[in-house]
């Protein structure tokens, strides 16, 4: 079971990365552009056309990519400084903020609720989301798979105290749910895709109904109090990288795989789930902001972040010119 102590546990870790040795602070002056990515979406193609490089070179500002296979670490690092920009799901912000780490949103993307879902086994006696209740259910913890767990809970009439939630990074659910280890497995795409193409896997419930599928991009609030206009540059940039890929599908499917190593049929179903949208690169919206308030608001009340969260506090907007 996942408990609060363990909740707390993610917070010390932020501020334990601060005082690793050899990570750099924010720079006041931009000189280089620090980017964390995960093998998916905007940001991998962005990363594969050297489009950010492009386009801040006549700025005199490199970049450099440091991978990640989940949220959580990934704005861990940002917050502390080691990093100057990133993209995540829904839920991992709320714990960086909470941890007090320094960063903004300031962007976000639509993507599909498709592409979220709980799995099981094909031969499982689960049938129904109250099958969960007292099973082992594997889900990276501050993770948006964590809010899709915590709200297919809810619409069962379940809450997280009645599983067993375990918390794992997608390759080690990966492999706990090829070896029956764990009885269902929260997950998003690729991952979610990947695990869809074995005959032996069943999906329980997509996020479709459950929960909207917002993606934002966040970036450390030295950097970007500094350099605000980097920030527009790049989100500008990784819109017109969304919009050419997503009117190409296919050459993007290819690119994709590529980048991935996930087959171009698997990846053709991530691109293709409905509301799937590369194009959608934007600031943040009322609608967005709203969102994470009253996700931020539910996560309290369960006790799952340990104090109350004004999340309009590090949403960034560029100044009018």
Known sequence: MISRRQTLGLFGAAAATALLPGIKGAR?????????????????????????????????????????????????????GALDFGATGDVPPLFAQASGGHLYYVGLYRGSSAGSAILVRNDSPIQTLEDLKGKKVAFK??????????????????????????????????????????????????????????????????????????SFFLANAEFTDAN???????????????????????????????????????????????????????????AAAAYQQALADEFYKLGIVPKQLKTGDIVWRAKAS
């Open 141 to 214: 913890r501050g993770s948006s798979a964590h809010n899709v767990t915590v709200k297919a809970l809810r619409k069962a009439g379940l809450t997280p105290e009645d599983i067993e939630g375990l918390d794992l990074s997608p390759p080690d659910a990966a492999a706990a749910f090829k070896n029956g280890s764990i009885d269902a497995w929260s997950i998003w795409d690729p991952y979610l895709a990947i695990a869809q193409a074995d005959p032996e896997t069943r999906v329980l419930t997509t996020a479709e109904g459950i929960v909207d599928s917002y």
């Open 228 to 286: 605000g206009q980097v920030i527009v540059d790049v989100l500008d940039e990784l819109a017109q990288v969304g919009r050419s890929a997503q009117s190409n599908l296919e050459a993007t499917v290819t690119e994709l795989s590529e980048i991935t190593g996930v087959p171009p049929e698997v990846t053709r179903v991530t691109l293709t789930r409905a509301g799937a949208d590369l194009g959608s690169v934007s600031g943040i919206t009322d």
């Open 28 to 80: 006041a002056a931009a000189s280089e552009f620090r980017i964390g990515w995960q093998k998916n979406g905007v940001l991998a193609l962005a990363k594969r056309r050297g489009a950010l490089e492009k386009r801040l070179a006549d700025r005199g500002i490199t970049v450099s990519w440091s991978e990640f296979t989940s949220g959580p670490p990934l704005l861990e690092a940002l917050g502390a």
